[in-house]
């Protein structure tokens, strides 16, 4: 039972995390062929910088940077629990607590992100159910394994 759930958490956070570095250098790709025109149009670089526009694209990067870094920690501790790999007792010290801990951090960012700071602060509704369902699927596979192994130890 807990392999099949660590299987299941890795797979879905690895679509997280993929998804989420992709739309951190498309995110970054566009905000620098954006600068470029919004250069021609204000002349000082302190305007342009503190412009509602960048601010609102830095805040949205700053997002998805710390979800990145949120589901990658996740897929790191599962992956590392899951599979042991040829280190075996060193790696299999990770315990329930650290992964419920990991888990639960994960699943309030996620929500947090999802139903507030984008589409209230920084006005971005782009994703839809189904990426919803998986990043929500990810935490509770991750705070599910974490309770299975607490209770397993």
Do not use: H
């Not at 392999?3 to 570095?21: E, K, P, S």
């Not at 949120?70 to 329930?96: C, H, Q, V």
């Not at 919803?132 to 299975?148: E, K, R, W």
């Amino acid at each position: 039972m807990l392999g099949i759930v660590g299987i299941l958490g890795i797979v879905l956070y690895t679509l997280c995390t993929a998804g989420a570095g992709v739309g951190l250098v498309i995110g970054f790709v566009f905000f620098l062929i954006g600068f470029g025109e919004m250069k021609n149009r204000s002349r000082t670089l302190s305007s342009l910088l503190l412009s509602k526009d960048t601010l609102m694209i830095v805040g949205t990067m700053g997002v998805v940077l710390v979800y990145f870094l949120l589901s990658y920690w996740n897929l790191k501790m599962i992956g590392d629990a899951t599979f042991p790999g040829m280190l075996g007792p060193a790696i299999r010290e990770i315990s329930g607590r650290q992964l419920l801990t990991a888990g639960v951090l994960y699943a309030l960012w996620t929500t947090i992100s999802l139903y507030w700071l984008l589409p209230r602060v920084f006005s971005f509704d782009g994703l839809g159910l189904k990426v919803q369902l998986i990043a929500l699927g990810a935490a509770g596979f991750s705070i599910l394994y974490g309770i299975i192994k607490m209770v397993n130890t």
